[in-house]
């Protein structure tokens, strides 16, 4: 499985943003896909997940409000949309597959995790 985390870049406070994350070599219904950030000096975070089995997600309560992830089953991708974005949403945000239940256990990330390459998010005016 390789990810390809896309869409980041420099938004204004308040704008809004969608960050795609393409899987490949990903077995259908065999997966969940995750979005993540670390911001500079801080430990990183988890946003949200989704299983390409059966559609649950998980979703960090202090984010749900204003990130939302979705998926196109077809082409093996998963989106975050990001809106009301404020400068200490600046980070890289990073997308990693896990087993089909991962929503289950809040998507947390261990040893088996993979993770995709980070995009770059700057919130500044």
């Known amino acids: 499985v390789q990810l390809q985390a896309s869409g980041g870049g420099l938004v204004q406070p308040g704008g809004s943003l969608k960050l795609s994350c393409a899987a490949s070599?990903?077995?259908?219904?065999?997966?969940?896909i995750g979005w993540f950030r670390q911001a500079p000096g801080k430990e990183r975070e988890t946003i949200s997940c989704?299983?390409?089995?059966?559609?649950?997600?998980f979703a960090q309560y202090s984010l749900a409000d204003r990130f939302t992830v979705s998926r196109d089953n077809a082409a093996n991708t998963v989106y975050l949309q990001m809106h009301r974005l404020k400068p200490d949403d600046t980070a890289i945000y990073f997308c990693?597959?896990?087993?089909?239940?991962?929503?289950?256990?809040?998507?947390?990330?261990?040893?088996?995790?993979?993770w995709g390459q980070g995009t770059l998010v700057t919130v500044s005016s």
């Open positions: 990693a597959a896990d087993r089909p239940t991962w929503p289950r256990i809040g998507c947390r990330w261990g040893a088996d995790t993979l």
């Open positions: 070599g990903v077995t259908p219904n065999s997966v969940s």
């Open positions: 989704l299983s390409f089995s059966d559609g649950s997600t």
